[in-house]
């Protein structure tokens, strides 16, 4: 089943102009150190990687780690040079792997 | 006997003075923990390692641990030619020292990244970053946390 994303970025941006894009995605990190109702830690299920790409052109990525707090959430920029998709990759444990895309308008 | 006795009273007097200044005083930035030094040797590499373009934005007092809002921006004008390329955060005191890594570039147009990160305890934070020349420059933030990460227990 797929988490539940949450992506803001302006619906339309100015040509050259850089533009805020905010992520979140519904994911619980669990970070392999918590105890679970026996005592002993919980495994470990977090998310590794996030990736942004511009018309295919990764333009953002991240590394997370333990320490990345549940729901990760990423605000980055980037530069609308033009019109097309954006598309945000998630990559976890347990062979985790989401895509979302959305397009984006350059005036 | 009376002005042989004062200069070592005053002298003692200072001493103390002195010792008392350093514990109240102590420059809690100056201290660098060697757990953060080695991780910020190993990122910079045979880099030299400065401390102006980068800043690390936390709450000086996060009263939960399980959710601190981050934001690391750095001084660059992110064109071709001056670019940061990478950003690295690390803590002193959670159970692993990463806690995040991004890449960034030219296309990015401004080096500001925000996250929201877990705490175990108080601690020093460091958020280091790349240009493209190869220059490494860092900034350390000490927070306090009241409630920490990773102590309560999962729901059943």
């Known amino acids: 089943m797929a988490a539940r994303t949450l992506i803001q970025f302006p619906a339309t941006a100015r040509r050259g102009e850089v533009v805020q894009v905010r992520v979140t995605i519904a994911h619980p990190m669990e970070s392999g150190f918590r105890p679970g109702m026996d005592g002993r830690p919980l495994p470990r299920d977090i998310l590794r990687r996030f990736a942004c790409r511009y018309n295919g052109e990764t333009v953002f990525s991240a590394e997370l780690h333990p320490a990345i707090a549940a729901n990760p959430y990423f605000a980055f920029h980037l530069v609308a040079d033009q019109g097309g998709t954006l598309e945000f990759e998630w990559q976890g444990d347990h062979g985790f792997a989401q895509v979302e895309r959305r397009p984006i308008q350059v005036a | ?156």
């Open chain 2, 1 to 156: 006997m009376a002005s042989g006795s004062t200069p070592r009273r005053r002298l003692l007097l200072q001493a103390g003075a002195a010792a008392a200044a350093q514990v109240l005083v102590r420059p809690a930035a100056a201290q660098e923990p060697p757990a953060l030094a080695a991780l910020v040797a190993q990122f910079a590499g045979p880099q030299k390692v400065r401390e102006e373009r980068v800043k690390l934005e936390i709450a000086q007092l996060v009263d939960n641990g399980n959710v601190v809002p981050m934001r690391v921006t750095v001084d660059s004008p992110m064109t071709a030619d001056d670019h940061v390329t990478e950003i690295a955060v690390y803590n002193e005191k959670n159970p692993q020292r990463e806690v995040a890594r991004f890449q960034v570039g030219p296309r990015s147009g401004k080096a500001d990244v925000s996250t929201r990160i877990r705490l175990a305890t108080s601690q020093q934070l460091v958020a280091l970053a790349r240009m493209n020349d190869g220059t490494v420059w860092a900034h350390k933030v000490d927070v306090i946390v009241v409630l920490a990460a990773c102590i309560e227990e999962a729901k059943p």
